[in-house]
């Protein structure tokens, strides 16, 4: 069984503060992704990355910065936290393309 | 711009009875699909998927069928259950499925018992 896990489920942060969220899996999946979730929106693309050191902009980059230093984890990184990152953020794996993506349980960040 | 719209925000449908849930995308690059379930405080579950060079794929209770002109796919339910009250995303991607997804909204699916 596929697990991907989200280091924090609830999160609140101050504006201005810099925020890491931390995803790992555990089955060598080679590509990891990040999405943020908000009401009447649905998912966006925020970053990912097909392996190690590497990464792509999504459809939704700014204000976010990535990091992939092993495998099987994969860090989004809130450079100045800012009300409107208010959300709930999901991370994904997936073994190569075209296979299904695999997320982990989300955590809801507030920033006040 | 919209690429992928789920123009239902919700459906109820009685349990036993067959659900449809529907997907259009605009972007003609897309040619992986993908369908989604969502429980509320849970992350997302993979249900199906269909490549554009077929037309439906069948696992179980869930069928997608792609109409590749017309830029549209449908999610059955066959028969619909009470466990299958949640949002249900339809999601495509292009390259191969090589890039991230490109989600629609979002259908939340109601079951009647």
């Known amino acids: 069984d596929v697990k991907v896990t989200q280091s924090s489920r609830y999160l609140v942060k101050r504006t201005g503060e810099k925020v890491f969220l931390e995803c790992v899996q555990d089955?060598?999946?080679?590509?990891m992704f990040w999405y943020r979730q908000d009401p009447g929106l649905g998912l966006r693309l925020i970053y990912f990355s097909y392996d190690v050191k590497m990464k792509e902009k999504g459809d939704i980059p700014e204000g976010y910065s990535v990091s992939r230093e092993k495998k099987e984890r994969f860090s989004l990184i809130l450079e100045s936290a800012s009300t409107n990152q208010t959300s709930m953020y999901l991370c994904?794996?997936?073994?190569?393309?075209?296979?299904?993506?695999?997320f982990g349980p989300g955590t809801r960040l507030t920033v006040t | 711009d919209q690429q992928v719209k789920q123009n239902s925000p919700s459906l109820s449908v009685q349990e036993g009875r067959i659900s449809i849930l529907n997907c259009d995308y605009t972007?003609?690059?897309?040619?992986?699909f993908l369908w989604y379930k969502k429980y509320p405080a849970e992350g997302p579950t993979f249900l199906i998927s269909i490549s554009s060079i077929k037309d439906k794929n069948e696992d179980g209770r869930f069928t997608v069928f792609l109409n590749k002109s017309a830029k549209h796919l449908s999610l059955h339910i066959v028969p619909s259950q009470p466990g299958d009250s949640a949002v249900y995303f339809c999601a495509a991607s292009s390259g191969g499925g090589a890039d991230g997804l490109t989600f629609g909204k979002g259908t939340h699916l109601i079951i009647q018992p």
């Open positions: 972007n003609s690059m897309f040619d992986y």
């Open positions: 089955m060598d999946h080679e590509n």
């Open positions: 994904a794996s997936r073994l190569s393309a075209p296979y299904e993506q695999y």
